[in-house]
């Protein structure tokens, strides 16, 4: 019947949600089977349904599981081409070679990255794609030790493009402006950049030695804030949630004018919010950051988060 086709794909929705908030991830080890459970009925509904409207939704959400949530690069890979032929939209076509290009970077091929990368900003030119781009190709060159074109790079981005990209150059430039030195090659900075790359590729604990070994060689670096909250996003994905918030505490304490003082805060209540399932420790985590840095630009999904948890507790 008629209701088969949109019922399946809200049952793919509800489960990736429901995985999401339970916290799943294949880094951790642990069975996912609320993941496993969308990407079936994602695959089944491409499948059975190809001519369906939401085709094309069902093959992105199903490439971006493989890419994401897998880290299996060549069933994204797979996926996303699927997709590609079946669709003319511009949008579309654009974020599936985006996520050729992240496909590139989980292998370790920068050079096909770049080139992907590049191709949309090419074409592209202005929007939303074209920035995320312009971002990608910034760290890109970050992770190869290009430091001054990255640089330049991410100067050169519009601040006034879509938030999460915009805050992500304003992190990049600082971490490039404020952190070079204290030698002329700026090891400390590139050592951070290939750290970046290994956690960007799911190898977190490579990351980990990588970060451990630069803390080492230098714990007063202007990095040492920086060190901190890679380190918490590494140990967080591996499922080690009680060293990543001690990581994050670490921050307040050891450098209290640090710029990621309220990501720090912010990412401590997602762990206990999403990971531990505490929400009395997330709502006040979120409070504090709502409280101590009212103008920060994680605000707002501070307060929608915090809402929606009293809501839940109401109810």
Known sequence: GPLVAPALLHRARIAEARARLAGESTASGLPTPLFDRARDAYARFAEDFPGHPDATAAL?????????????????????????AASFDPQVLGQAQLDLGVVA????DLFDARDQFQSVEDRVRIGPLAEQARYELALIDFYEGFLYSALARAEAMDDNTAADVAN????????????????STNAALRQYGRAALLH???LHTDALATLDSLAADDPQHPLADEVLVLRAHALRDLGRYEEALAALERIPQEHPRSYFLDRALFLSAEIHEHRLADPAAALDAYGRLLDQYPGSLLAPRARERLRALRETART
């Open 60 to 84: 992105r959400n199903l490439a971006d599981l493989y890419l994401h949530v897998y880290r299996q690069p060549d069933e994204a890979e797979a996926t996303l081409t699927r997709l590609m």
């Open 200 to 202: 960007r590729r799911g």
């Open 105 to 108: 970077l989980q292998r370790g």
């Open 168 to 183: 992500d150059a304003v992190s990049l430039r600082l971490t490039l402006d404020e952190n070079a030195g204290p030698d």
